[in-house]
T-cell receptor
Framework: GENVEQHPSTLSVQEGDSAVIKCTYS??????FPWYKQELGKRPQLIID?????GEKKDQRIAVTLNKTAKHFSLHITETQPEDSAVYFC????????????FGAGTRLAVHP | GAVVSQHPSRVICKSGTSVKIECRSL??????MFWYRQFPKQSLMLMAT?????????EQGVEKDKFLINHASLTLSTLTVTSAHPEDSSFYIC?????????????FGPGTRLTVT
């Protein structure tokens, strides 16, 4: 069935370093790949997304890359700050089924001052 | 814009009772809403897709008679957990897609923490 794998499950970096989170999806029909940030007890917040017709997208310190052939997509955060600490989820949206999202397991990012 | 609310934010109920959770899109119309369940330190698991005016589509393994979904208007979907048991305790989050938005973005509600005693 539909599946999204996400790595690593935890990531610890020093402030100012870069952080990279990788995801792999199984359904080749997926065409929408959002990334969400979730703080403890809060709702997921969309931080960036990419469509299958684009290979890379950047928004200030955040960038996402997509390799459709390999069915991989990655989140890159540069110049990390302590407020970037949270759980990050990738997701893949399926073309059918009202574009439902299948989420990865999440990455707990800790940025140490 | 694109605000989704949920009510209640927290609820405690006794085993065997039913609980209704509301999900509302406040400033847009949502033909499609989604219900997720999230256990502590785990991912969001899609339970069902709710469509206005039609029956919900449940994911494999989700009991439709246990988790009743009604999407009676373009701004409201409800999830009723029937005959709740302690194992139903969880964080339930809804999301909604803007009917007029050509992107696929989903806007999430703040979640409802259900505790069944």
């Amino acid at each position: 069935g539909e599946n999204v794998e996400q790595h690593p499950s935890t990531l610890s970096v020093q402030e100012g370093d870069s952080a990279v989170i990788k995801c792999t999806y199984s359904d080749s029909a997926s065409n929408y790949f959002p990334w969400y940030k979730q703080e403890l007890g809060k709702r997921p917040q969309l931080i960036i997304d990419i469509r299958s017709n684009v290979g890379e997208k950047k928004d200030q310190r955040i960038a996402v890359t997509l390799n459709k052939t390999a069915k991989h997509f990655s989140l890159h955060i540069t110049e990390t700050q302590p407020e970037d600490s949270a759980v990050y989820f990738c997701a893949a949206g399926l073309r059918g089924g009202y574009n439902k999202l299948i989420f990865g397991a999440g990455t707990r990012l800790a940025v140490h001052p | 814009g694109a605000v989704v609310s949920q009510h209640p934010s927290r609820v405690i109920c006794k085993s065997g009772t039913s609980v209704k959770i509301e999900c509302r899109s406040l400033d847009f119309q949502a033909t499609t809403m989604f219900w997720y369940r999230q256990f502590p330190k785990q991912s969001l698991m899609l339970m069902a897709t709710s469509n206005e005016g039609s029956k919900a589509t449940y994911e494999q393994g989700v009991e439709k008679d246990k988790f009743l979904i009604n999407h009676a208007s373009l701004t409201l979907s409800t999830l009723t957990v029937t005959s709740a048991h302690p194992e139903d305790s969880s964080f339930y989050i809804c999301s909604a897609r803007d009917t007029d938005d050509l992107t696929y973005e989903q806007y999430f509600g703040p979640g409802t923490r259900l505790t069944v005693t």
